[in-house]
């Protein structure tokens, strides 16, 4: 029944302050081990220092 809010397209999903990668970091770390939460971090934090090439619908729409 909460399967809209795992939608990218919903406005809703894109309200958190800080990255699904940070805020569920327990969670994935469960979910894929901490070897490869690591590496996922790794990649996310370099891709962190990348400009915007556009803004999701979705994350526009939440006013973000």
């Known amino acids: 029944e909460d399967l809209h809010w795992y ?17 569920y ?3 994935l770390t469960e979910l894929i081990g901490e070897k490869a939460y690591a ?3 790794a ?6 220092g990348f400009p ?3 803004v ?6 939440a006013g973000h």
């Not at 397209?9 to 990668?21: L, Q, S, T």
């Not at 990649?43 to 962190?48: A, D, I, P, S, V």
């Open 7 to 23: 939608c990218s397209g919903d406005p809703a999903a894109h309200v958190g302050r800080d990255p699904v990668w940070k805020s």
């Open 39 to 41: 590496e996922l971090a």
């Open 43 to 48: 990649m996310c934090k370099k891709r962190g």
């Open 56 to 61: 999701h619908p979705a994350t526009r729409a």
């Open 52 to 54: 915007l090439i556009a």
């Open 25 to 27: 970091a327990a969670e």
